[in-house]
């Protein structure tokens, strides 16, 4: 079974507007963490942000926030005011269990953002 | 800043070639992995290192072994390469608790 969904194969959006990628995750693990990460053309993967099990707040990092709902088990990240370099693919990660040897992160498929200007 | 460095960007290589792919990062970080990515799949691990000569097999170990004999480089080994094995490689390190990895610029490895 996917531990790790993203739906959204593709997404558009205007530059300026907010936009959501969706994550959902399945664990029976009660420490876990999630992280984004973003991967432009060049092929880097960019670290964005992470979200803990046990934090109370949803994390914000500059534009980028992570609606964390825990029972759903979901943990979306939120763009706000989309800019063109924005464009890039969009990965959802998690790691099961803290502090376990070698820090295994499980990704998702992706999502390919594509911000028009 | 974190630097994961690999020694390749794109390679290009026959059927049944041994293939070396080397990794080095300056942050003295504890673990080291490295992935293969491939279009509609995501990242999926092949080997990880939590230590200096220790190796764990992640998701996809056939074909592959690795090697670090040193905390700072971890090389990923082809034996014998495949045309199956064309595909994006990965590098990551980070350090023990649970913070994020730090990825280099990937290799683009063709097998003909």
């Known amino acids: 079974a996917q531990k790790i969904t993203q739906t959204q194969p593709g997404m558009f959006v205007q530059e300026k507007e907010a936009v959501t990628l969706d994550c959902t995750y399945d664990?029976?693990?009660?420490?876990?963490?999630l992280f984004w990460y973003k991967q432009p053309s060049s092929g880097e993967m960019i670290f964005l942000i992470y979200?803990?099990?046990?934090?109370?707040q949803n994390a914000t990092e500059g534009r980028y926030s992570l609606n964390f709902q825990k029972a759903r088990k979901s943990a979306n990240l939120v763009i706000s005011a989309s800019q063109l370099g924005d464009s890039a693919m969009y990965f959802c990660?998690?790691?099961?269990?803290?502090?376990?040897?070698?820090?295994?992160?499980?990704f998702g498929q992706g999502t390919e953002l594509s911000v028009k200007p | 800043d974190v630097k994961v460095t690999q020694s390749s960007r794109y390679l290009v290589k026959r059927t049944g070639e041994k293939v070396f792919l080397e990794c080095v990062q300056d942050?003295?970080?504890?673990?080291m992995f490295w992935y293969r990515q491939d279009p509609g799949l995501g990242l999926r691990l092949i080997y990880f290192?939590?230590?200096?000569?220790?190796?764990e097999k992640g998701d996809i170990p056939e074909g592959y072994s690795v090697s670090r004999e040193k905390k700072e480089r971890f090389s990923l080994i082809l034996e014998s390469a495949s045309t199956n094995q064309t595909s994006m490689y990965l590098c990551?390190?980070?350090?023990?608790?649970?913070?994020?990895?730090?990825f280099g610029p990937g290799t683009r490895l063709t097998v003909t």
């Open positions: 990660a998690m790691r099961e269990g803290f502090y376990n040897q070698g820090g295994k992160l499980i």
């Open positions: 664990t029976s693990d009660p420490s876990y963490g």
């Open positions: 290192s939590y230590d200096v000569k220790m190796k």
């Open positions: 990551a390190s980070s350090l023990k608790e649970p913070y994020e990895q730090y």
């Open positions: 942050m003295d970080h504890e673990n």
């Open positions: 979200q803990g099990s046990y934090d109370q």
